[in-house]
């Protein structure tokens, strides 16, 4: 545990290990084991919602959750490396491919560290109201603000490559735009996270394979017509 932490502190800090020009290989499978270690560990926080509501299985839906949290965020970089590998060619920055690959994980073990830390406020959150669409919202705050500290970590792993060549920005950017809408529809695909009240724990639900976005329009089109 000490370990992970030191670790942990390493990547938000910068620690030379984690922006060595010529140590990605080293580096890359040290910043994946935060992710899925720091993830683990906000997927059980969120996972504990039905333990709150004195829910039946709310053990196994901590242990779902802990287990689906790092394949959203392993799976949502892994599904976008290609793009990222492809767009990286056609901007002519191929040489830098492997350097930037280290910071795009560093970013995704930042965004599971801070994850992690907010998880005693999750769990706060879950004893002061048992409301769902509470838990989904104070969830997805979180989220959010967690993506803000791994862009963060992303941005000064970038300085650099950027200050060398513009092409770098452009590339984020389309890359961060790609990742976002594949990580909402795996999010999507992967539910549920926490369980709702009176319905059995399940790994996946079993309309899964379904579209967010399309989900996403029928609840905005409900809202504005009324149907």
Not at 107 to 132: E, H, K, R, V
Request: charged share 15%.
């Amino acid at each position: 545990m000490t370990a992970l932490l030191r670790t942990a502190d390493d990547i938000l800090r910068r620690a030379p290990w984690t922006t060595a020009p010529h140590d990605a290989g080293r580096a890359v499978p040290r910043l994946a084991g935060c992710v899925v270690a720091f993830a683990c560990v906000y997927g059980a926080a969120m996972g504990a919602y039905r333990g709150f509501n004195a829910e039946p299985q709310w053990a196994l839906q901590m242990a779902y959750s802990a287990i689906k949290a790092p394949l959203l965020l392993g799976g949502s970089f892994l599904l976008t490396l290609p793009a990222f590998f492809t767009l990286s060619s056609l901007l002519g920055l191929r040489d830098s491919f492997g350097q930037m690959v280290r910071a795009l994980v560093a970013g995704q073990a930042a965004l599971a560290i801070a994850l992690a830390a907010f998880a005693p406020l999750t769990l706060l959150a879950y004893a002061s109201s048992p409301d769902y669409d509470f838990a989904r919202a104070f969830n997805a705050v979180v989220f959010a603000t967690a993506a803000l500290a791994g862009q963060s970590v992303l941005r000064r792993h970038c300085r650099p490559l950027i200050e060398q060549n513009r092409r770098h920005r452009t590339l984020l950017v389309a890359w961060g735009g790609v990742y976002a809408f594949v990580a909402i529809q795996l999010a999507w695909l992967l539910r549920p996270f926490f369980g709702a009240s009176g319905l059995a724990v399940r790994f996946l639900r079993e309309e899964a394979w379904d579209n967010a976005y399309v989900q996403l329009a029928r609840i905005v089109w409900r809202a504005v017509v009324g149907e």
